[in-house]
C-alpha cells in the first residue's frame, strides 16, 4: 500500500509530537518531515514535495506565517495543505483557502487528522461547494444596474416581443436594440436572452 507522504509545519513542541505520535499509528501514512517556521517549510516542503502538508497557521506568534507559507508552496509544487490552527476566526479560514489550501481543520478536532488528510491527499474539500456558492453570490451583488431604457428593452423581451418588435414599439433602430441587449446580457452575466429571463424569475434581479 502506497502510503500518503505527509509533511507537519508546526512551532509548538507539543504539538508535534501529540501528532508524530497519533500520525504513527496510523498504517496508510508517512510522517516524512516538520518545520517550525516559514523559510524552513518552504525550503523542506520544495525539496521533498509531499503529498499533503499539515500547516500550522500561527508559526512563530505570526498568525498569517502558515498562510503566507502555504501560498509561497503552491506556487512552486503541486501538493495539498491543510490548515492546522486554534483560531476560528472567518477571515483567517477565507484567507486559507485563497492561499490555495484545501481544508482547514481546528486543532481541537486533531482527532479527525487522519481522515482529513486522506480526503486532502484525494482532492476532496468540504469547502469547496461553499466558496463557489460565496463566489456566485458576490458576482450577483456586483451585477451592473439596467438603465431605464434596458428595463424596458428587457420587460419587452420577457413577454414574449421579438427585437423587430420592439423597434417598432419603442421607435428604435435595429443597432439602438442590439447593443441594449448585448449591454442587458452582459451586465447578468449570461449570454442569451432565455438564459437572462430565467435568472431574473429565480433571483428576482430586477
Known amino acids: 500500500m502506497n502510503k500518503i507522504r505527509t509533511m507537519l509545519v508546526e512551532d509548538d513542541t507539543d504539538w508535534v509530537t501529540a501528532i508524530e505520535d497519533y500520525l504513527l499509528s496510523k498504517d496508510d501514512i508517512y510522517l516524512e518531515a516538520t518545520a517550525n517556521d516559514r523559510e524552513s517549510a518552504i525550503k523542506t516542503a520544495t525539496m521533498i514535495h509531499p503529498d499533503v502538508i499539515v500547516m500550522d497557521i500561527n508559526l512563530s506568534g505570526n498568525k498569517c506565517d502558515g498562510i503566507y507559507a502555504a501560498a509561497e508552496i503552491i506556487a512552486e509544487i503541486d501538493t495539498k495543505i491543510l490548515m492546522l490552527t486554534c483560531l476560528n476566526e472567518e477571515e483567517i479560514v477565507l484567507n486559507s483557502f485563497t492561499a ?97 429571463i430565467k435568472k431574473v424569475r429565480q433571483k428576482g434581479l430586477i
Open 100 to 196: 490555495g489550501a484545501i481544508n482547514f481543520l481546528s486543532k481541537e478536532n486533531y482527532a479527525h487528522l487522519a481522515d482529513a488528510i486522506r480526503s486532502a491527499k484525494a482532492g476532496n474539500s468540504p469547502y469547496e461547494v461553499l466558496l463557489k456558492e460565496y463566489s456566485r453570490i458576490k458576482a450577483e451583488e456586483q451585477l451592473e444596474p439596467l438603465t431605464e431604457s434596458e428595463r424596458i428593452v428587457f420587460h419587452l423581451l420577457e413577454t414574449g416581443y421579438s427585437r423587430s418588435e420592439i423597434q417598432k414599439e419603442l421607435f428604435k433602430s435595429e443597432n439602438t436594440v442590439k447593443t441594449q441587449v448585448k449591454s442587458i446580457l452582459r451586465k447578468m452575466g449570461v449570454s442569451r436572452v432565455r438564459q437572462a
